[in-house]
């Protein structure tokens, strides 16, 4: 009986292996299928690294070719143009795509017209190096209540059907396969130095990065330290924008003064752009092309943007450590020292953490609400505050508009005007120490 049960057995497994085998075999036919089925979908029999140069005929009607050059894809023709990477490589991805399915293997040319490929609304000629054939993916009409499309593959191949998101990149424009930057430099981080020449202003803005310690210079109109955030946030705006459109350069415009010339240099490469008003328009022209392209009448805020804004506002640099305040109001001294450190020899020293020392200190290290042009003045200041020893750091403040006050940074060429809200902490703090405090010294 034992025997007979395992015999059973045995007979079971051997047909749950069999089963299970075939099972296996099955789905190995069913993938290899599969996978024969998708290559046999492949709209291209090419890859991206075979390629040496490509044609593309845009839905605008513009023909643009392209070819590779030191592993970067360039346009060079009609014109040697700057090449947008991201464009071009969209419209390789469909080298790696599929068809929906096939409509007709070997269509007519009488067939092609209804499906809008006689003439095709676009074309992606691929030439490999030899001997490998030139590829051609030809894109039709949209297929009636889908968002397919009909497609030919080859010069006279098979019409087959392309998804929305597959056809999509090959309905670009001629013109999108352009780079529409201002200029070469993408990022404000990289630059290095800045000119920019406003003929309508009759001035120049010069800024000039410090390789040492990385923080911006305004060299012109006048010399003073630039704010690194605020540059860079200009910086990034106006090396994002893109333009519109490009069009010839109309004519007499070669003899004509720009209203605006933009000199950019980053790796020690210098990008120019020169910018005209016309017609309600802003018209830019990159070094080495020959035609202009349309800008936003907005853009001008930013070529526009005062030296003013973009100095830092901070009174005293982040590198100084302040270690004691000397106050002059009314003629009457007053002085600090942080606590633990002693006072001047024949000086009592007031402890820094009073509220109006610590309120001093807060003024002249944290920015101010705008930068100013200096006004001449014979009028002495209201208050002075002196920081540091030995190498002196002398601020100066007078009543300005509104109850604010303005101040002169030593060794700037602009002032620095308060807030009302910081301008009513200094009254107060000054009130404090002047009615609740005896000087230290007075002179």
Excluded at 112 to 141: C, M, N, Y
Excluded at 219 to 235: A, F, M, N, T
Aim: glycine share 6%; hydrophobic share 35%; net charge negative.
């Amino acid at each position: 009986m034992l025997a007979k049960g395992w015999g059973v057995n045995t007979i079971l497994a051997l047909l749950l292996l069999t089963a299970g085998g075939g099972l296996w075999l099955a789905d190995r036919a069913d993938e290899q299928h599969k996978t024969e089925e998708k290559a046999q979908r492949a709209l291209c029999p090419l890859k991206s690294e075979q390629l040496k140069r490509l044609q593309f005929h845009g839905k605008d009607g513009q023909q643009v070719t392209l070819e590779q050059q030191q592993g970067q894809w360039r346009i060079v023709a009609p014109q040697s143009w700057r090449t947008d990477t991201q464009a071009v490589q969209r419209l390789l991805a469909i080298m790696g795509r599929h068809h929906e399915r096939l409509v007709l293997e070997h269509p007519a040319q009488q067939d092609l017209k209804p499906f809008g490929l006689d003439p095709p609304q676009t074309v992606l000629t691929l030439e490999p190096e030899a001997p490998l054939p030139t590829w051609q993916i030809r894109v039709g009409e949209t297929v009636p209540a889908s968002d397919s499309r009909y497609a030919q593959l080859g010069e006279r191949g098979a019409m087959v059907l392309l998804a929305k998101s597959d056809s999509a990149d090959l309905l670009q424009a001629g013109k999108d396969l352009r780079d529409a930057h201002l200029t070469l430099v993408r990022q404000g981080e990289t630059v290095q130095q800045l000119l920019l020449q406003r003929r309508h202003q009759q001035e120049t803005l010069e800024l000039k990065k410090d390789e040492a310690t990385q923080q911006w210079q305004l060299l012109q109109p006048w010399p003073d330290g630039g704010d690194s955030s605020r540059v860079r946030r200009w910086l990034d705006t106006l090396l994002a924008y893109t333009g519109h459109h490009f069009k010839s350069l109309p004519t007499g415009f070669e003899a004509r003064p720009p209203d605006w010339t933009l000199m950019v240099t980053a790796a020690d490469k210098t990008d120019r752009v020169t910018i005209w008003r016309h017609e309600g328009e802003l018209l830019a022209q990159r070094q080495g092309e020959p035609d202009v392209m349309l800008l936003d009448s907005y853009l001008q805020d930013d070529l526009d943007r005062k030296a003013l804004e973009l100095v830092t506002l901070r009174p005293l640099t982040e590198d100084v450590d302040v270690d004691g305040l000397r106050l002059l109001y009314q003629g009457q001294q007053r002085s600090a020292d942080k606590v633990g450190e002693a006072g001047k020899q024949g000086q009592s020293s007031l402890q820094w953490p009073i509220a109006a020392w610590h309120t001093l200190e807060e003024v002249l290290t944290r920015p101010a609400q705008e930068a100013l042009l200096p006004l001449p003045t014979t009028e002495p200041p209201l208050i002075t505050i002196t920081v540091g020893a030995g190498a002196e750091r002398i601020f100066k403040f007078w009543r300005w508009e509104e109850g604010r006050y303005r101040l002169a940074v030593p060794g700037r060429s602009v002032q620095l005007a308060l807030s009302r809200a910081q301008s009513t902490l200094l009254d107060d703090a000054i009130k404090n120490l002047t009615t609740s405090q005896q000087p230290a010294d007075s002179k």
